[in-house]
């Protein structure tokens, strides 16, 4: 990892960042649901002994728990909107375009309609697959 990565990295490792994300998990309930003890332990000492991570291998493997942790604490209907909303409106938007309709090139870009083609695939529409 080079100097200037490692210097932007321990901008967000710092030992208040996981302080406030182990308590963000914890209250959320997904703190041991989420992530193994191995995982918990090596966040634990890290806040213990680190006030900023340095090792860049540390910092691989931090990231990679806090990855972990960001997905669970992530809200269902946000994962269904990124997994599978904003590409069945971008079809939808390429199809209106094909029938000749001009504004439809908006609907890609808005959040919203992605939103309800999410919840109508989280319900169990028939019409989405």
């Known amino acids: 990892m080079s100097e ?71 809200s269902k209907l946000k994962r269904a909107v990124r997994e599978f909303g904003l590409s069945i409106a971008l079809k939808l938007c390429v199809f209106a375009q094909r029938w000749g309709n001009r504004a439809a090139h908006y609907w890609a870009k808005d959040p919203g309609f992605a939103r309800y083609w999410a919840v109508m695939k989280l319900n169990g529409h028939p019409c989405i697959g």
Do not use: M
């Not at 200037?4 to 308590?23: G, R």
């Not at 090596?42 to 931090?62: F, G, K, W, Y």
């Open 4 to 74: 200037t990565a490692q210097q932007n990295s321990t901008n967000f490792l710092d030992k208040a960042t996981l302080v406030k994300l182990k308590q963000k998990a914890v209250r959320a309930g997904v703190w041991f649901r989420a992530l193994p003890r191995i995982d918990r332990v090596l966040v634990d000492l890290t806040i213990q002994v680190a006030e900023n991570i340095r090792s860049p291998h540390l910092a691989r493997c931090i990231l990679a728990v806090t990855g972990k942790l960001e997905y669970a604490l992530e």
